[in-house]
């Protein structure tokens, strides 16, 4: 959180936090920088906590970044990266680094049908930064299908399916996802 709240480009944070914590949430946080924070309690599924969120961030605000808790240590540079390529006319931004590993499909009864190219995909990461009114428009048009039944798992896909092109700019190793025990061991590394 420190991180995000220290970019000169936010200047709120909008939590959307699990159901029944807002108030748990409100009081743990503390922020050594002056932005404004607003804690809300977010959906069942990610669309909606995000899409809960979008509507609590003051309107004074036409860019917005989306981020995920779970990459603790996106640094600085790469939010002021995604908000200034939003800055510049982008209507959508994500940060993403080249896949390194051969990637398989594979069907469901576990044989491969195909090996993809790598060359040409990118492991996306956060924030991810929006024009408010293009997040708004897919989020509404989101609220239906949602993020699941589409096969979404990030903001950028709903913009997508907007038609809206959304513009790359290069991420960061230290904004890796902390999902497992052994993603702890390797983000410790980017402590100061």
Known sequence: ??????????????IAAPVGMVDAISISISI??????TV?????????????????????????LVHDAARAFAPVELIER???AVRDGRAAVIPVLPVVDTIKVVDDSGHVVDTLNRSALRAVQTPQG??????EAAHRNGVDGGFASAGLTDDAG???????????VPGSEA??????????????????
């Open 32 to 37: 050594d920088v002056a932005v404004g924070l």
């Open 130 to 135: 929006f024009r408010r009114d293009v997040l």
């Open 158 to 168: 709903l913009v997508e399916k907007l038609g809206v092109p959304v513009y790359c």
């Open 40 to 64: 809300v309690e977010g959906g069942p599924s990610r669309q909606q906590s995000v899409a809960t969120a979008l509507a609590a961030v003051p309107a004074t605000y036409q860019i917005v």
């Open 175 to 192: 904004a890796l996802k902390i999902t497992r025990p052994a993603d702890l061991a390797v983000a410790e590394t980017f402590l100061p």
């Open 1 to 14: 959180m420190t991180r995000l709240a220290g970019a000169p480009s936010v200047g709120h944070i909008v």
């Open 82 to 84: 995604v908000a200034a």
